[in-house]
């Protein structure tokens, strides 16, 4: 079955970064888009970037451009989202989504915390 994973979150300072990765499974990996949302306390789970399957297009919520990058590793079916300069306002939990054979399915998240 289709399983997501992800880690790499946890607590960094204002300005600091974090890569988070998602593990995939049960699926053909580089045939599907993946995307990265967010939801932080008290609102509402938001897209953060996307990538497609071949990974040559990447979209991004325009107000995190230039301060997160999307990527993936066909090989290792894995996604990653790499985020600089980060602000407390990131503060999320971040997860892994994908669409397959029009299923959703999410990992369980992982918690980005900024703070000094």
């Known amino acids: 079955q289709v399983q997501l994973v992800e880690s790499g979150g946890g607590l960094v300072q204002p300005g600091g970064s974090l890569r988070l990765s998602c593990a995939a499974s049960g699926f053909t990996f580089s045939s599907y888009a993946m995307s990265w949302y967010r939801q932080a306390p008290g609102k509402e789970r938001e897209l953060v970037a996307a990538?497609?399957?071949?990974?040559?297009?990447?979209n991004y919520v325009d107000s995190l451009k230039g301060r997160f990058t999307i990527s993936r590793d066909n090989a290792k079916n894995t996604v990653y989202l790499q985020m600089n300069s980060l602000k407390p306002e990131d503060t999320a939990v971040y997860y892994c989504?994908?669409?397959?054979?029009?299923?959703?399915?999410w990992g369980k998240g992982t918690l980005v915390t900024v703070s000094s």
């Open positions: 989504n994908a669409v397959v054979k029009g299923m959703d399915y």
């Open positions: 990538i497609t399957g071949a990974g040559g297009i990447r």
